[in-house]
């Protein structure tokens, strides 16, 4: 029996929302599937840090991975007592933060760590790079984010997904095109079998509402006034994600509909993405890289506060090739809104259109690509 020789610790973090924790958990399943190919003599230990205050809190206790969640979130922008005080005690979270995320290096032995974005990367970025571990970033915007923007210097490699990227990040960057990794759990069902936990028809043109992981106020409030006019009009019905904080609120208001399927949030997203025949979405880079995944045509209503209005970019990759529609924020009202979802709906031959051209888009591997670059990356650092 050959003798172990090391075990090799991975720290993996990224959180805050689903569009930085889910590429976090896909590179973690990409890392723990190919690492006997690259280190046959070690032992994987994966650790995850993310953030009490991010949309982890509640996933991650539904994995198997070892996890710690620090008490750290970004500087509140908006005047109220809350984010005052938030920012009045901000850095003395991050002091807490950084000594619990160094007493979990010191402890784990640390060989390497893999940051995905949110603000909790920058803490175990920044304490890699001091200790000299090997930091890997994927950053998943054509803007990076500002952790990335903060670490980039001092990574050894970074993950992009969208050309763009290299306008802001110095030249000397070690970047590799990856595109986003997405859930590989995330695979098409027959409608018939998907649709059934939503109760409804499998016959009907099935539209699925969300706005990312949280939710949508904007977008929720829109539906909420003009969701019925929309299922008599055009015989449609709908899965809505609505977020865990605009739930009680639409539920109250919109009671019990047939046609309405509604939840705060969809844990199965195979079965919501393979139940639909159009997607109503804000246009954030993971919601991009499922759509194409799983091919369904798309009407996108990009997030305008995002920073340098990323998921305006985000959108027009998808407009371009001619698999969405883009209806922006400034010109969200009833009436463009039904006309939007109208004209896609009573229009057979662009709804199939979208869908061949997703059909026909070609996609990078981008877990493998992710997870055999950076194994590869350490396994030469240790020859």
């Known amino acids: 029996m050959g003798k172990i020789n090391k075990k090799i610790t991975i720290v993996v973090t990224g959180g805050g929302t689903g569009g930085h924790y889910y590429p976090a958990m896909s590179i973690i399943d990409g890392i723990t599937s190919q690492f006997n190919k690259y280190f046959p003599n070690n032992t994987l230990k994966i650790y995850y840090i993310g953030s009490q205050y991010g949309l982890e809190k509640t996933l991650i206790q539904r994995t198997e991975i070892s996890y710690s969640l620090l008490k750290i979130k970004g500087l509140a922008r908006t005047l109220n007592a809350k984010s005052i005080l938030n920012n009045i005690l901000l850095p003395f979270k991050i002091i807490s933060s950084m000594r619990k995320v160094n007493k979990i290096f010191n402890e784990l032995n640390v060989d390497a760590v893999i940051g995905t974005g949110g603000y909790v990367t920058a803490i175990p970025g920044k304490i890699a790079i001091k200790k000299n571990i090997p930091l890997y970033l994927q950053e998943q915007n054509g803007y990076p984010g500002l952790t990335t923007r903060m670490l980039s210097k001092k990574a050894k490699i970074i993950f992009y997904a969208y050309e763009e990227i290299k306008k802001y990040l110095s030249d000397d960057t070690n970047l590799i095109k990856s595109g986003n990794p997405t859930q590989d759990s995330i695979k098409k069902i027959k409608k018939s079998d998907a649709i059934v936990p939503f109760h409804l028809s499998k016959n009907k043109f099935t539209i699925f509402i969300f706005g990312g992981s949280q939710g949508s106020r904007n977008i929720n409030n829109i539906f909420l006034q003009n969701i019925e006019t929309i299922i008599k009009k055009y015989k449609v019905q709908f899965i809505w994600q609505t977020g865990i904080n605009n739930y009680s609120e639409i539920k109250e208001k919109l009671g019990d509909k047939l046609s309405i399927f509604l939840t705060p949030y969809i844990y199965n997203m195979s079965e919501a993405y393979s139940s639909a025949d159009l997607i109503v979405a804000r246009a954030g880079a ?11 045509p798309s009407l996108l209503i990009p997030l305008p506060s995002a920073a340098a209005n990323h998921q305006l970019i985000n959108a027009k990759s998808l407009e371009k090739i ?6 922006e924020e400034k010109n969200l009202n009833s009436d463009n809104l039904i006309s939007a979802i109208g ?3 009573n229009d057979k031959k662009k709804i199939d259109n979208m869908k061949n051209v997703l059909e026909n888009n070609e996609l990078l591997d981008s877990m493998n690509i992710i997870s055999k670059s950076i194994l590869t990356d ?3 650092n240790r020859e």
Do not use: H, S
């Open 378 to 380: 350490l396994k030469n």
């Open 286 to 296: 993971l919601t991009i890289a499922e759509i194409k995944k799983m091919q369904v």
């Open 343 to 345: 004209t896609l709906i």
């Open 322 to 327: 001619g698999a969405a529609t883009i209806l």
